[in-house]
């Protein structure tokens, strides 16, 4: 079974940068749109950013367009997602898992982000 695990995340100042990574095992996680995901306290889960399973086309949600680039390396089982011009309203515990819930994989544990002056 696949198993993710996601790091990267730590504390910066509003305007600085952060590069998250997802490490995947099992041999289908190619064949995934794959997410990232984040949540914050008192809040929903949500989709920020996905990219499809060759890595040709990545969708934003429209609070981190510009700002956040996913890219994916196949080869390596990595999904990665840039952040630049962090906000403190980027702060949250991100996770990547599939884009879709009727491919979703156990959640790993996250790694928490957090933009704070």
């Known amino acids: 079974q696949v198993q993710l695990v996601e790091s990267g995340g730590g504390l910066v100042q509003p305007g600085e940068s952060l590069r998250l990574s997802c490490a995947a095992s099992?041999?289908?996680?190619?064949?995934?749109?794959m997410g990232w995901y984040r949540q914050a306290p008192g809040k929903q889960r949500e989709l920020v950013a996905s990219?499809?399973?060759?890595?040709?086309?990545?969708n934003y949600v429209d609070s981190v367009k510009g700002r956040f680039t996913i890219s994916r390396d196949n080869a390596k089982k990595t999904v990665y997602l840039q952040m630049d011009s962090l906000k403190p309203e980027d702060t949250a515990v991100y996770y990547c898992n599939t884009d879709a819930s009727w491919t979703r994989l156990p959640w790993g544990q996250g790694t928490q982000v957090t933009v704070s002056s």
């Open positions: 099992g041999s289908i996680f190619s064949s995934y749109t």
């Open positions: 990219i499809t399973s060759g890595g040709a086309y990545g």
